[in-house]
């Protein structure tokens, strides 16, 4: 009854909204017959993920939706082929924006894309299901980690929310990375994000819901939090990978400056919004950046909130090397197998070499930009930009 009264609320490609539903039970079958028999076995994954979409416990908000409509038109249609709704065709106009903005990206990315969404609205992967994919399943909540063939992958898991970095998730991610490090297993780690965004940064909800007589001690604990996860970057014995899929913000940029190699899609952006929000430098971005790109194109991103495209980053020196987004996976892949499989102990020595000459100032940077932000996050000029974008988010 739940699952067939919810399979009336939406198709199967997500969209909720009068002039979206299936209206009868022939037709919705009809669709998910044509659905199945529009793909080949080989993407049961793709599959599974439709099924997935209409046993998630929370509907998603209609941003997310409408992504999710896009994906599953681009992976099924392929690019936008329909004209334009007429103007009070809201919905309609809605979904044929949301599935014309998708452009040319490759049916096979779209539903890569499609899938990492619903997984991540689904949570983990239940155990059964990871462990037939022959990956480790792991038992964090907000990232999902696996590990395959010498690569540990991390994937920040909260695409609904542009993957922003909670309290939980920066203290899964230093858990992740201290695993990873002793695990013998493992001979290089991967950062990447689920949806369309790498990291939207800090969660800025970490702000919010604070009894003001408790903001001192929050402040203090939010500093060591901070020194915590940034520590764990520099101190990573062993290759670190980021493959950018897509926009990244604030501390998921910064540290980007502390991994061995930075893979980035043609549609990824690099935005550091530090000063906008009352806040400064962190990371070891005060540090790295200067002398990766030269103090005054440092200071247009850590003081002046350029936001810098792929090419932009790569030419600082922020990335090593930007690929075209249909083959972004597949391209990052085969990088990161090459890596995987060198003799490890003499990637860790190389990279103990490189990392031991300004270990001890990238420490001092961590612990001096924590302390700036901790009086940064007590002051009116925070306070102020971090209300001001939930009562934008409001007015929406
Ligand atoms: C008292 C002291 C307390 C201290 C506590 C400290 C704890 C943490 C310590 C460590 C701190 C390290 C320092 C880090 C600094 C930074 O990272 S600064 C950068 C912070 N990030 C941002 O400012 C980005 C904010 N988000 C946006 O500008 C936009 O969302 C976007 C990323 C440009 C995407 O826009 P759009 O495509 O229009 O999508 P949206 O609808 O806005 O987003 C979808 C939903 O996701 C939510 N969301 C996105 N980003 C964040 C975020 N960073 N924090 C919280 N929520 C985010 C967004 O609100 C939407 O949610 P819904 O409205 O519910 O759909």
Partial sequence: MYRTERRQKYDTSGFSGQRCLLNSRVQ???????????????????????????????????????QIYALFKQATKGPCNTPKPGAFDFVGRAKWQAW???????????????????????GEESPAETEQAGEEASSYKEIKVTKENKVCSILLNRPAKKNA???????????????????????????????????????????????????????????????????????????????????????????????????????????????????????????????????TKANEMLLFNKKLTAHEACERGLVTEVLPHDSFQKEVQTRVEYVAQLPPQSVREGKKLVRDQEREDLHKANEKECEVLEGRWLSEECVRAIMSFFTKKARL
């Fill in 28 to 66: 919705r079958t009809q669709f998910l017959h044509m659905g199945r028999t529009a793909f080949g076995a080989h993407d049961a994954a793709f599959e599974a993920a439709k099924e997935r979409l209409n046993t998630l416990k929370e509907e998603p908000d209609n941003n997310v939706k409408l």
């Fill in 100 to 122: 014309s903005g998708l452009g040319d990206i490759s049916q096979d990315e779209a539903q890569k894309q499609y899938i990492d969404i619903i997984n991540g609205l689904a």
């Fill in 165 to 295: 970095i909670t309290w939980l998730m920066y203290n899964e991610i230093v858990q992740a990375l201290d695993d990873a490090s002793k695990d013998d297993s493992v001979t290089v780690a991967v950062i990447t994000g689920a949806g369309d965004y790498y990291c939207s940064g800090n969660d800025l909800g970490n702000f919010m819901n604070i009894d003001p007589k408790d903001m001192p001690k929050m402040a203090r604990d939010g500093k060591e939090l901070l020194r915590r996860f940034v520590t764990a970057f520099i101190d990573f014995p062993k290759p670190l990978i980021g493959a950018v899929n897509g926009p990244a913000v604030g501390v998921s940029v910064t540290v980007l400056g502390l991994f061995d190699a930075v893979y980035a899609t043609d549609k990824a952006t690099f935005h550091t919004p530090f000063t906008e929000l009352g806040q400064s430098a962190e990371g070891c971005s005060s540090y790295v950046f200067p002398k990766l790109m030269g103090n």
